[in-house]
C-alpha cells in the first residue's frame, strides 16, 4: 500500500491594531446608533496553503473606555489558501481604542 503524506504547514503571527490605524473608527460613538461597528484586518500568509487552513484567533488584549460596558468580537472570516480577514466588532456605546490578537493557521 502506497501513500504519500503531505506535512503539516503552521504560521502564525500578533497583530496590534487601533486608533493610529488607517480605517479605525470602533472609538467613535453615533448618537441613537447601537448597530455594531466593525474593522476588518487583512491577514496575507507568508505562504500560501496547498488548501484552505483551520485558523484560531486569540485576543490577547484590547483598551476600551472604562465609562461603558466591555463589548468586543474578533472572528476570522474570508478563509483562502493565502489568508483570511480578522473582523473586530463592537457596539452600543461602547468605545474601543486598540485590540491585540495572536493568529494560527495550521494546515497542508
Given at each position: ?33 447601537a448597530e455594531p461597528r466593525q ?12 488548501a484552505v487552513p483551520v485558523v ?46 495572536h493568529w494560527l493557521a495550521i494546515?497542508?
Amino acid at each position: 500500500m502506497n501513500s504519500s503524506s503531505v506535512p503539516w504547514k503552521v504560521l502564525s503571527s500578533n497583530v496590534g491594531v487601533g486608533i493610529l490605524t488607517e480605517g479605525w473608527t470602533l472609538d467613535v460613538v453615533y448618537p441613537d446608533f447601537a448597530e455594531p461597528r466593525q474593522f476588518v484586518y487583512e491577514v496575507v500568509f507568508d505562504s500560501p496553503f496547498s488548501a484552505v487552513p483551520v485558523v484560531h484567533l486569540g485576543l490577547t488584549g484590547f483598551d476600551m473606555d472604562r465609562r461603558e460596558s466591555s463589548r468586543l468580537t474578533l472572528k476570522a472570516a474570508n478563509l483562502t489558501e493565502f489568508g483570511f480577514q480578522a473582523v473586530i466588532s463592537t457596539w452600543d456605546v461602547s468605545r474601543l481604542f486598540s485590540v491585540e490578537f495572536h493568529w494560527l493557521a495550521i494546515g497542508a
